[in-house]
């Protein structure tokens, strides 16, 4: 699964793409406009709510959520 976060203006060129681990890490794919200290607090709200993110998009999607690597 992988997690999209917007800037202060929500916009797409300022958004940044985590990739979300089986276990609720995240990494890093694109930064966008969004600084370090907000990255460290996104990546925690992450790890903190990746289970309900992982059931939600479950529920919305025809193949479920990817359980690999």
């Given amino acids: 699964m ?7 203006q929500l916009t797409e ?6 990739f979300v681990k089986e276990n609720g890490d995240s990494v ?3 930064k ?3 600084n ?3 990255i460290r607090k996104i ?3 992450i790890k903190d709510n990746y289970k309900e ?3 939600e998009w479950a529920s ?3 193949t479920g959520f990817y359980e690999g690597n």
Avoid: C, L, P
Avoid at 2 to 8: E, L, R
Avoid at 13 to 18: D, E, H, L, Y
């Fill in 28 to 30: 890093v794919q694109n």
């Fill in 13 to 18: 060129a300022g958004s940044g793409k985590f």
């Fill in 43 to 45: 990546q925690r709200f």
């Fill in 36 to 38: 370090d200290i907000s």
């Fill in 53 to 55: 993110m992982y059931q």
């Fill in 2 to 8: 992988h997690v999209h976060a917007s800037d202060s």
């Fill in 60 to 62: 919305i999607s025809e």
């Fill in 32 to 34: 966008g406009n969004i």
